[in-house]
């Protein structure tokens, strides 16, 4: 009975630690359309979640293994949601903080604010 009790702490402790990364850790993945996370590597897209609650640019454009960063440049906290793609998303972007997505697949990723209603943007990723 103690060594079934034994293995089975071990085994709950394992599944802590696969626990998906959190916005302040990086990267989470498991998928192929790409990862996410903070200090995934150099951007090559930049867009801001303005204080006008817009993304700039609303409409970006990268290939297949670059990353695109979102930085919170106005004063109140936004997200970045990928309905299709929660493990993407980052929750909570607070003011002059940011987040970065790698992605893996080619497609046309739509993502939104979910704390500001119409605050919406498009990724088109191509090649690969």
């Not at 998906?20 to 996370?37: I, Y």
């Not at 993407?88 to 497609?107: C, I, M, Q, R, Y």
């Not at 919406?120 to 690969?128: A, K, R, S």
């Amino acid at each position: 009975m103690m060594v079934l009790i034994g293995c089975l702490s071990a085994m709950t402790f394992a599944a802590c630690d696969s626990a998906p990364a959190g916005p302040s850790e990086s990267p989470v993945s498991g998928s192929p359309v790409g990862s996410a996370g903070v200090n995934l590597g150099s951007p090559a897209v930049h867009v801001s979640a303005t204080g006008q609650l817009m993304f700039t640019p609303a409409k970006a454009t990268v290939q297949v293994g670059q990353i695109v960063e979102w930085t919170n440049t106005g004063s109140v906290v936004h997200t970045v949601t990928f309905t299709s793609y929660p493990y993407l998303s980052d929750p909570t972007l607070a003011p002059a903080g940011t987040w970065e997505v790698k992605f893996n697949k080619a497609g046309t990723y739509a993502y939104q604010c979910t704390i500001h209603a119409g605050m919406t943007g498009t990724l088109v990723v191509t090649g690969g």
